[in-house]
Each structure stands twice: as C-alpha cells, then as structure tokens.
C-alpha cells in the first residue's frame, strides 16, 4: 500500500466484507466477538497505517461491511475513515471519488437499488481474479433478513460478457473458474413464485464456461439445499457437464443458516421455497444428501 500514496494521493479507496468482525462467520468462531478475528485485526492493522502525520488525503471505505459502522457508533471517526459508502456504485464511483476530493462529500453516502448500475453499467475485470472467480448474477430474491445481498435486484449477466472475463483469467493460467452469483440456481429464474430453477439457463450457463478455451472445470461460489431437492436432475447433469466424478468434485457453499423451522420461519423468508420453512431442517438433509451423491460438496 505504501509504495502507490504519495504527496499527491487525495483519495484512498478501501473495501470490506467484515471490517470490525461481527459478520455471521467471525461472530460464530470467536464465541460471538470475545475473541478479535482475523479479518478484524487485519482491517483495523490496515486502517491505522493509513493514518499518517499529516495526511492530505481522505479515506472512504466501501463493500458489503459498511453496515458494521452503523452498530458501532463513533467507530468511523475513531479510526479516521472520512467516508463510508453503501451500495452498489460501480458506474458512480468516479464521481464519488471527484466529490470527496473537493471536499464535498458527506461522511456517510447510502445508494439503493434506485440507482444500482444495470449490467452494461457494471465495467469488466481488467486483471486476473484470485481464485478465478468470475462474476455470473447479481442479488438473489429469497429475502433472508440477515444477509445484505437480498437487499440487490437481481441481474443476470450474459454469456458473451462472463466469456470475455473467463478469458482474462484463463490466459493467466487459471484453468478452474468459479462462477459467482448469490445463488447460481437462480440464474435467469423466470417462476418467482415457486423459485424453480431454470434448468435449461443454468445448464447453459455452465456448458459454455467448460466450452471456454483453457477452462477445465467450473463450480460456484453459492446454490441453496432447496434447489437440489426440486430439480436434482439438474444437480447430475451439472456434474456431467463439469466432468464431475470421485476425483473431482464441485464445490459450493450452501448456507444451512439455522435447524430451527421457528428461525427459518422468522428470518429465512423464501430460501426454502417451493417448501415451507417447517421443511427446512428436513430439505438441509435431502439437498446435502443430492449434492454429495453428485460429488458436490
């Protein structure tokens, strides 16, 4: 970080997921925030080195962590963050940028789905992603409470656009992509009432990364249990198509969230439709017990 702010720096952008550690990760493993997890230590070690001896600059922090700063009251000005930003603001950051350097900006900027970019708002990667991860939609729609993406719209992004991004990374050598969405079985749902997958999309979808050139295998970041149950024809013909087997599996996140049908009634909203959130313990069981039988995991 030192080596690109100089005299003339008048901005220094960062990004968070979990910059004072009470996501639901950090909060889980450090016995509910007695403990200081990485990501805490790491953000606040970051933050205090940006505070020089009379420092020119301003500091705006971003990402989907921003909310933590409304829990902790006084935290933003305690560790000299001149701005927070919340939201999506791919296509309004320049101008963001342009108002915090003239001294304009107020210290706490909120945008919301009202003026969230469209695709063609949202620019492409310049550089290799780590892990090559690629991103495929945007938002999910299933309104679980706890979760800051189910507040974003949902977009989809078309093949041509994921394919030029696939392509940067794949000349770097990275043959494994993975295809980020909030939900990868949501990709072009068309039944917002039962939340079915669209089969032939995502199926689609998937058969054109694996068609990429360089690209070996593909998996995604995120897909609900519920979604296995439905449609698990559509689960065995992912593992087709990825050439998925017991020495190469596919990995996912699913997010459990809770066993409790009270909680999941209370806060999980839609993530088990087409079923009832009484069901969710027993779809938490059938749709890990599809997903491994596929060589998902």
Request: hydrophobic residues 35%; glycine residues 10%; contains cysteine.
């Amino acid at each position: 970080m030192e080596q690109f702010i100089d005299d003339d720096t008048e901005v220094v952008g960062l990004h968070s997921m979990d910059p004072l550690g009470l996501g639901p990760v950090s909060m889980s493993f450090t016995m509910g925030g007695v403990l200081t997890p990485y990501t805490k230590a790491m953000f606040l070690d970051l933050v205090g080195r940006l505070q020089r001896p009379d420092r020119k600059y301003k500091v705006v922090l971003g990402g989907p962590g921003g909310w933590h700063f409304d829990c902790r009251d006084g935290m933003q000005e305690k560790l000299g963050i001149d701005h927070i930003v919340h939201g999506e603001v791919d296509h309004l950051a320049p101008e963001i940028f342009d108002r915090i350097a003239r001294g304009d900006a107020p210290p706490v900027m909120r945008f919301t789905n009202a003026t969230a970019p469209s695709v063609d708002q949202i620019p492409k990667i310049l550089a290799p992603t780590m892990h090559g991860m690629n991103e495929v939609m945007r938002g999910c729609g299933r309104g679980c409470e706890f979760c800051e993406v189910t507040l974003r719209r949902p977009r989809y992004f078309p093949l041509n656009y994921i394919g030029d991004e696939i392509a940067i990374n794949a000349r770097d050598g990275q043959s494994s992509i993975q295809l980020h969405s909030d939900d990868i079985f949501l990709y072009k749902l068309e039944n917002w009432k039962t939340m079915e997958p669209n089969e032939d999309a995502v199926k689609d979808l998937f058969r054109f990364v694996m068609d990429q050139p360089g690209v070996s295998h593909c998996y995604p970041t995120h897909g609900t249990v519920s979604a296995a149950v439905t449609n698990p024809g559509l689960i065995a013909d992912l593992t087709e198509i990825v050439h998925g087997g017991p020495n190469k599996w596919i990995g996912v996140q699913s997010g459990i969230e809770t066993g409790s049908p009270a909680l999941s009634r209370a806060v999980l909203h839609r993530k088990a439709a087409p079923f009832t959130a009484e069901e969710w313990p027993d779809l938490v069981v059938q749709g890990t017990e599809i997903l491994n039988r596929n060589y998902w995991y």
